[in-house]
């Protein structure tokens, strides 16, 4: 059967067709369910943002984008997976507050809309979620994984021991307002100094332009340290000094196996991987107590190409139609392999390239 999975960004929207085995999977890897999926087609469209009623046309058109690429009727899917940032209430399919969609209070009703459209059931999920779930799977991930999304914003999700780390209040991982800069700019949540001011996409614009021809200023900025201008390295070095500051900062909190950087800084090159690996090795040089955690090991990207956000959205699309029928899971190993080699080396390749019915394999429990 055939799943689709939105990734909802703040300027654009990509969704994936994922083919994925129809039945409830016995073949338990550490006592969870095994996901296989294939990715058959991607979209991407622009996110049309402002009101819910602009957003949710950018959202269904997406959604029958992918279906005609993947040549299924838009309610030919199985099941529809949304990954979108804002505060997600699952329960209801609804999301609210997400401040880079102009959305605020009233709570969009994505599943039901969507539903109707798809005949089918639909998962909402918060976007970084989703991406550590795409990453996973891309890195055919068992272990513990936490993914850092370093975009427009820059927040973490965590994949512990097969499930998805929310927190009480679904909090976890908001890493992006912890104050790394004493002293630094003013941050949209009144402090200053966040993670977020210093080293998201939007802290990068507004100290490096993005010009004619080229994607975003984090690309510019990260080409122009390429070609050698020395206060683009600065700027670079500084950005990866903290996000190797915010690897550390997670891998000393919950250990996981492999920290996958993500978002559109990361993905803007991976010359931003090795800067921070270079941060990480100096961190490391300084203090035997970082040397030992092996960082410089532990990081990686998502493979070239794989739409994490849109993957993991319709892997969680997928783990929700047999949520009802697993009954509770067993708690996951937590050490597994993650695909990672030296210095954020990635064993594995991009996802896409992978027949159908010979995808990544990922433990992913339901939602
Ligand atoms: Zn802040």
Redesign the pocket.
């Known amino acids: 059967m055939v799943v689709a999975g939105l990734d909802v960004g703040g300027t654009k929207t990509l969704a994936a067709a994922v083919a994925v085995p129809g039945e409830p999977l016995d073949g338990a890897l550490d006592g969870r369910a095994v996901v296989d999926g294939s990715i058959v087609a991607t979209v991407r469209r622009p996110t049309n943002i402002g009101s819910a009623s602009v957003v949710l046309a950018s959202i269904t058109g997406a959604l029958e984008a992918v279906a005609e690429a993947a040549g299924v009727a838009p309610d030919g899917f199985a099941a529809v997976g949304v990954g979108i940032p804002g505060l997600v209430d699952r329960g209801a399919g609804s999301v609210r507050h997400a401040v880079n969609l102009g959305l605020g209070d009233d709570p969009l009703p994505l599943a039901e809309h969507l539903g109707r459209l798809a005949g089918a059931p639909v998962v909402v999920d918060n976007d970084v979620n989703a991406a550590a779930v795409g990453a996973a799977a891309a890195l055919s991930c068992t272990g513990d994984l936490a993914y850092l999304s370093v975009g427009t914003g820059v927040a973490a999700g965590f994949l512990l021991g097969g499930r998805i780390r929310r927190g009480a209040h679904g909090a976890a991982g908001e890493i992006?307002?912890?104050?790394v800069a004493p002293g630094g700019p003013l941050?949209?949540?009144?402090?200053r100094g966040?993670?977020?001011?210093v080293a998201s996409g939007t802290a990068i614009a507004r100290r490096w332009s993005a010009g004619d021809g080229e994607a975003s200023a984090a690309s510019a900025l990260l080409a122009a340290a390429a070609a050698g201008d020395g206060m683009a390295a600065e700027i670079r070095d500084e950005v990866a000094g903290h996000l190797a500051g915010a690897v550390a900062l997670i891998a000393q909190t919950v250990d996981p196996e492999v920290i996958v950087l993500g978002g559109g800084v990361a993905e803007a090159g991976s010359s931003l991987l090795s800067a921070v690996v270079d941060a990480l090795h100096s961190r490391a040089d300084r203090s035997p107590v970082l040397a030992a955690l092996d960082l410089a090991r532990r990081v990686a990207l998502v493979p070239e190409g794989v739409p994490a956000g849109a993957l993991g959205a319709a892997l969680l699309a997928r783990a929700g139609l047999f949520r009802s029928s697993r009954g509770p899971s067993p708690a996951g190993s937590a050490h597994g392999d993650c695909g990672v080699g030296v210095d954020g080396t990635s064993a594995t390749t991009d996802g896409s390239e992978r027949a159908a019915g010979e995808a990544p394999r990922p433990g992913v429990d339901p939602p």
């Not at 992006?176 to 104050?179: A, K, N, Q, R």
């Not at 941050?187 to 402090?191: F, L």
């Not at 966040?194 to 001011?197: W, Y």
């Open positions: 992006g307002h912890l104050p941050c949209e949540c009144g402090q966040c993670l977020e001011a």
